[in-house]
């Protein structure tokens, strides 16, 4: 007897019970997921299978920076599927050569390693960061230093990097010899940069710590002090890139020029793909043996991540997301000059379409996520209590503006924190 598995195109609310009931049973609960099912996405809009609409401003966690199915991205990866998929990296292939000089190109870095997520491209940082001390010479520099509340990713090293507890219970021990240190705290830095540091590895804004913005001072005195030690200095932009802030990098917002940068999230467009671009002087820090990946950099992949690029280029999605992420935070703002808002809602903050509302401690995320989906509009949340805009870099003002009315009507009456006994 054989069993196939089944692809069905019916759709409504009886079936849409049915995949939740399927889903629940045979997937990992190792996430929180609501109950619905997508099942197709145009632009800035999603359907569950129940035929419910969305509008949404979360962009698969701020990945979708060309929407749902751009026909460019779409056509793209079509025609790459049809005719290569994946060599491995036996060999060089034409779209990894074109990717590779585009990107480089892009930003101004004149190397490339491709892998699969932003997890992996941390995983190369972190590799690369003690492999180039140990072959210049320097097998003593293993330290490395990230920050508190930082987020790097789930594989076990870039978790060494993540500066959250909660995400390292049950699975110590951790990869040694990495410490974390206050975000923003100068002197913080100066205290544990020395002689043995390989690396400080940071993100120029904390974006799932809940959307913190490092100042330009903090990341060119941190520049200083890293060139001083003889330390490398890397940043995860797996969130920032791309033109999320309304640069292409957020680097360039403080001009700072790290070593090595992590890439991922928006890079494919939603096509996993992850990045590491670095120097010309780090470019012998992984000679041949010591680190690869099967998967990484597949045509099909770097077809999504040429299909992006050229996207990002002909939209102007980096002008775009500076000047519609000024127009939401605006509107955000306003919202809470709203006489019911206001005692909700402590602080807006962010850079171009990477935007937060921090809630007030008396306000329960969660449930404030649900009723704002209930309205329609997918967001998420960041930090424990931030809600979280990342949306498709596409977006347009009227979105926007839709997207924040029903954000204003959630957050007029938003759900309380439940009364806890002591
Ligand atoms: C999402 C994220 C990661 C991890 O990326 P994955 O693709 O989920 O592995 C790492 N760093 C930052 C800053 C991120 O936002």
Redesign the pocket.
């Not at 030690?229 to 969130?239: N, W």
């Given at each position: 007897m054989t069993i196939a598995a089944s692809v069905s195109e019916a759709s409504g609310p009886s079936r849409q019970q049915e995949l939740l009931t399927s889903a629940k049973a045979h997937l990992l609960a190792n996430y929180k997921q609501p109950p619905l099912a997508l099942t197709r996405g145009q632009g800035c809009r999603v359907w569950d299978v129940a035929g419910r609409e969305y509008l949404d401003l979360c962009a698969g966690?701020?990945v979708l920076i060309a929407g749902h199915s751009h026909p460019t991205l779409v056509s793209a990866i079509a025609d790459q599927a049809g005719r290569l998929m994946h060599t491995s990296n036996l060999f060089y292939t034409d779209r990894g050569a074109e990717f590779a000089e585009a990107l480089t190109r892009r930003t101004g870095y004149p190397r490339a390693f491709f892998c699969n997520?932003?997890?992996?491209?941390?995983e190369a940082l972190l590799k690369l960061a003690r492999r180039f001390h140990y072959e210049n010479g320097a097998p003593e520099r293993t330290k490395l230093i990230s920050t508190i509340n930082?987020?790097?990713?789930?594989?076990m090293g870039?978790l060494s990097l993540t500066g959250q507890p909660k995400y390292h219970d049950g699975l110590r021990p951790l990869v040694g010899d990495v410490e974390q240190v206050a975000y923003g705290d100068l002197d913080a830095m100066r205290a544990v940069i020395d002689e043995r540091t390989a690396a400080v590895i940071i993100?120029p804004i904390q974006?799932?710590g809940g959307i913190i913005v490092a100042s330009d001072e903090y990341l060119l005195g941190l520049q200083k002090l890293c060139h001083e030690r003889g330390a490398l200095l890397m940043f995860?932009?797996?969130?920032?890139g791309y033109g999320r802030t309304g640069r292409f990098l957020a680097r360039e917002w403080s001009g700072v020029q790290p070593d090595a940068v992590?890439l991922?999230?928006g890079i494919g467009g939603g096509f996993?793909l992850?990045a590491m671009v670095l120097s010309e002087r780090l470019s012998g820090g992984l000679p041949p043996g010591s680190h690869g990946t099967t998967f990484g950099g597949n045509p099909l992949a770097c077809a999504a991540g040429l299909a992006v690029l050229r996207i990002v280029d002909e939209e102007h999605l980096v002008e775009r997301a500076e000047k519609l992420g000024a127009f939401a935070a605006a509107r955000l703002r306003g919202m809470c000059e709203d006489p019911l808002v206001k005692a909700h809602v402590v602080d807006v903050r962010g850079r171009g379409l990477l935007l937060g509302v921090m809630l007030a401690d008396h306000v329960d995320p969660l449930a404030t996520l649900a009723k704002v989906r209930d309205a329609g509009l997918l967001l998420s949340i960041a930090g424990g209590r931030v809600l979280r805009m990342t949306p498709p870099l596409v977006v347009t003002e009227s979105e926007l503006e839709e997207g924040i009315e029903l954000l204003t009507r959630v957050l007029r009456d938003p759900p309380r924190v439940a009364f806890k006994a002591a």
């Amino acid at each position: 007897m054989t069993i196939a598995a089944s692809v069905s195109e019916a759709s409504g609310p009886s079936r849409q019970q049915e995949l939740l009931t399927s889903a629940k049973a045979h997937l990992l609960a190792n996430y929180k997921q609501p109950p619905l099912a997508l099942t197709r996405g145009q632009g800035c809009r999603v359907w569950d299978v129940a035929g419910r609409e969305y509008l949404d401003l979360c962009a698969g966690i701020a990945v979708l920076i060309a929407g749902h199915s751009h026909p460019t991205l779409v056509s793209a990866i079509a025609d790459q599927a049809g005719r290569l998929m994946h060599t491995s990296n036996l060999f060089y292939t034409d779209r990894g050569a074109e990717f590779a000089e585009a990107l480089t190109r892009r930003t101004g870095y004149p190397r490339a390693f491709f892998c699969n997520s932003g997890t992996e491209a941390l995983e190369a940082l972190l590799k690369l960061a003690r492999r180039f001390h140990y072959e210049n010479g320097a097998p003593e520099r293993t330290k490395l230093i990230s920050t508190i509340n930082g987020f790097h990713g789930r594989t076990m090293g870039a978790l060494s990097l993540t500066g959250q507890p909660k995400y390292h219970d049950g699975l110590r021990p951790l990869v040694g010899d990495v410490e974390q240190v206050a975000y923003g705290d100068l002197d913080a830095m100066r205290a544990v940069i020395d002689e043995r540091t390989a690396a400080v590895i940071i993100e120029p804004i904390q974006a799932e710590g809940g959307i913190i913005v490092a100042s330009d001072e903090y990341l060119l005195g941190l520049q200083k002090l890293c060139h001083e030690r003889g330390a490398l200095l890397m940043f995860d932009e797996v969130q920032t890139g791309y033109g999320r802030t309304g640069r292409f990098l957020a680097r360039e917002w403080s001009g700072v020029q790290p070593d090595a940068v992590a890439l991922a999230k928006g890079i494919g467009g939603g096509f996993p793909l992850g990045a590491m671009v670095l120097s010309e002087r780090l470019s012998g820090g992984l000679p041949p043996g010591s680190h690869g990946t099967t998967f990484g950099g597949n045509p099909l992949a770097c077809a999504a991540g040429l299909a992006v690029l050229r996207i990002v280029d002909e939209e102007h999605l980096v002008e775009r997301a500076e000047k519609l992420g000024a127009f939401a935070a605006a509107r955000l703002r306003g919202m809470c000059e709203d006489p019911l808002v206001k005692a909700h809602v402590v602080d807006v903050r962010g850079r171009g379409l990477l935007l937060g509302v921090m809630l007030a401690d008396h306000v329960d995320p969660l449930a404030t996520l649900a009723k704002v989906r209930d309205a329609g509009l997918l967001l998420s949340i960041a930090g424990g209590r931030v809600l979280r805009m990342t949306p498709p870099l596409v977006v347009t003002e009227s979105e926007l503006e839709e997207g924040i009315e029903l954000l204003t009507r959630v957050l007029r009456d938003p759900p309380r924190v439940a009364f806890k006994a002591a």
